[in-house]
C-alpha cells in the first residue's frame, strides 16, 4: 500500500474520501507539521492513488487493507486517526476495533450513513457562482461545479491541485467493486457501543449536499469528547472551502489528543 509518511513523532494516519487519492488531505499538513510531534502517514486507500486494489472489494475490505498496513508499519504504538468523507467510516471502524490503541480520532466531512438514498442531506447550493472559473477548468469544470460552494479562482485551484489528480489516477473497476458493497457489516457505534472516549473532532458543513451534518449529529452523544463544527459556506470539500477554519479545529483536536496522553 502507498504511504506517504512526513516527520517524526506519534503516528497520525489519514485517509482520504472515496475515488480520490491522499493527495486531498495535504493541504492539512502545515497545520499538523506546525503542532509538532506528529508522523504524518498519508494513505492511498485500494484502488487509489498508487496503492493497488489487489482483491479488495468492499469497504471491510479497505478497513482490513488499512489495518493491516498500519500492524506492519506501527506494530503496537498508538497512534491517532483522520478520516476524510468514505476515509472516515473506514477510521470510525478502526478507531472502534482498536480503541485501546487509538489516541484520537477526526472526522472531516464524514460519512455517517453509507447509502446515499438514507442520508440527510441539504439541497445544492452555490453562493459564490462564477461560470469562467468553472469554464476554465475544462473537461474537470462539470465534476468541480458538482461540489464547489464557493467558485473562485482560488478554491479552483486548491481542487485541481488536491482532488483532481486522485480523481484521475483512480482505479475506476476497483472503485465500482466497492462501490457494491459500500456499506460496512454494522456501524461501528452499533457494533462497539461503548461511548468512544478519546479526544475527537467532527467536522462537517452546511452546504454539503454529499453527506450533509445531520446524520454525524445523531452519533454526538457516542463521543462524549468530540467537537463538533457544522461551517457555512462550504460543501464537502470543506478543508478546500474553509482552510484557516479546519486548520484551527485539527490544531486544537490535536492539542486535545496529546494532553490526553500525557
Same mark, same amino acid.
Given at each position: ?31 499538523? !507539521? ?19 486494489? /489487489?482483491?479488495?472489494?468492499?469497504? !471491510? ?13 506501527? /506494530? ?11 476515509g472516515a467510516m ?18 472531516? @466531512?464524514g460519512a455517517f ?9 441539504? !439541497? ?21 461545479? !458538482?461540489?464547489?460552494?464557493? #467558485? ?10 488536491? @482532488? ?44 454539503? #449536499? ?15 469528547? @468530540? ?36
Amino acid at each position: 500500500m502507498h504511504v506517504v509518511e512526513r516527520g517524526t513523532g506519534t503516528p497520525l494516519v489519514l485517509l482520504h474520501g472515496f475515488g480520490v487519492d491522499h493527495r486531498l488531505l495535504l493541504p492539512l499538513d502545515p497545520a499538523v !507539521e506546525a503542532a509538532g510531534g506528529w508522523r504524518r502517514l498519508y494513505v492511498d486507500l485500494p484502488g487509489h492513488g498508487r496503492s493497488p486494489a /489487489g482483491d479488495v472489494a468492499s469497504t !471491510e475490505g479497505v478497513a482490513a487493507a488499512v489495518r493491516d498496513e498500519l500492524a506492519r508499519r506501527l /506494530g503496537d504504538e498508538p497512534f491517532a486517526i483522520l478520516g476524510n468523507s468514505f476515509g472516515a467510516m473506514v477510521a470510525r471502524r478502526i478507531a472502534h476495533d482498536q480503541r485501546d490503541r487509538v489516541l484520537g480520532l477526526a472526522t472531516i @466531512a464524514g460519512a455517517f450513513v453509507a447509502e446515499h438514498d438514507r442520508r440527510t442531506v441539504p !439541497e445544492q447550493q452555490v453562493l459564490v457562482e462564477d461560470a469562467a472559473v468553472v469554464a476554465s477548468l475544462g473537461d474537470a469544470g462539470a465534476d468541480y461545479a !458538482e461540489v464547489a460552494v464557493i #467558485q473562485t479562482r482560488e478554491n479552483a485551484q486548491a481542487y485541481t491541485e488536491h @482532488a483532481l489528480p486522485g480523481v484521475i489516477a483512480a482505479d475506476q473497476d476497483a472503485m465500482e467493486r466497492i462501490a457494491r458493497r459500500y456499506a460496512l457489516e454494522a456501524e461501528p457505534e452499533e457494533a462497539s457501543p461503548e461511548p468512544f472516549a478519546a479526544p475527537t473532532l467532527i467536522v462537517t458543513a452546511r452546504q454539503d #449536499q454529499v453527506v450533509g451534518y445531520e446524520d454525524a449529529w445523531a452519533r454526538v452523544e457516542h463521543y462524549p469528547r @468530540a467537537t463538533f463544527a457544522v461551517l457555512d459556506a462550504a460543501g464537502h470539500n470543506v478543508h478546500l472551502d474553509q482552510p484557516a477554519l479546519v486548520a484551527a479545529l485539527v490544531t486544537d483536536w490535536l492539542r486535545r489528543v496529546d494532553a490526553e496522553r500525557r
